[in-house]
């Protein structure tokens, strides 16, 4: 299994501003996924983050909005730019590990914009 | 039709009653079939992991996979209070992401 962190755990943001949020990974991952969950809604992934290469987003999630660095094997950052309300969810920082590819989740961070 | 389809609740039951959540879907390439507790407030935690189909055991939970239906469950026996969370499905493909279902809030009422 893996053991992340993230911080912060929860920020209340005034729109416009930008949030950067981190990742901590107790061991070294390939692979590393930010993902957005809004209540009541399913996780919806973000962007999967390799190191040493730039991060590859899903439809609808784009690099101006939501940079993302990988600088080793254990650390991500997501960063929320220019926010709006709409932006106001919780954003998981996600790992694969194990033989079998399994994925572990951080405990989140609650973002809240006003 | 959503790729995996999964009943949002709240399903309410009382301490001590066999809970049992399912999720359907539609990808009959999936090959790998997970659950997920989540309190509120907190991050998903990974509770069974099983590959391709049949019953997998631990301790009061029990994962059960049905590729022919395309069903998958999962049952909680002698439920506690402290089960109360939401219970996420997800599968995949091979080393592709998975694709996670809104998840089952489950409450488990003294």
């Known amino acids: 299994s893996a053991v992340i962190s993230q911080k912060p755990s929860r920020d209340i943001c005034q729109r416009g501003t930008s949030l950067t949020i981190q990742c901590q990974v107790d061991s070294q991952v390939t692979m590393m996924f930010w993902y957005r969950q809004q209540p009541g809604q399913s996780l919806t992934l973000i962007a999967t983050?390799?190191?040493?290469?730039?991060?590859?987003?899903e439809s609808g999630f784009v690099i101006d909005k939501f940079p993302i660095s990988r600088p080793n094997l254990t650390f991500s950052t997501l960063t929320v730019s220019n926010m709006s309300p709409e932006d106001s969810s919780i954003y998981l920082c996600s790992v694969e590990a194990g033989a079998t590819y399994e994925q572990y989740f951080g405990p989140g961070t609650r973002l809240t914009v006003t | 039709q959503k790729e995996v389809e999964q009943d949002p609740g709240p399903l309410s039951v009382p301490e001590g009653a066999i809970v049992s959540l399912n999720c359907t879907y539609s990808?009959?390439?999936?090959?790998?079939f997970m659950w997920y507790r989540q309190y509120s407030r907190k991050g998903p935690e990974l509770l069974m992991y099983?590959?391709?189909?049949g019953n997998k055991e631990d301790g009061r939970f029990t994962a059960q996979v049905d590729k022919s239906s395309k069903y998958i469950s999962l049952f909680i026996r002698d439920s506690q209070p402290s089960d109360s969370a939401t219970y996420l499905c997800?599968?995949?493909?091979?080393?592709?992401?998975?694709?996670f279902g809104r998840g089952t809030s489950l409450i488990v009422h003294p």
């Open positions: 983050a390799n190191q040493g290469s730039e991060a590859t987003y």
């Open positions: 997800a599968m995949k493909k091979g080393s592709y992401i998975p694709t």
């Open positions: 990808n009959s390439a999936f090959q790998y």
């Open positions: 099983t590959y391709s189909s």
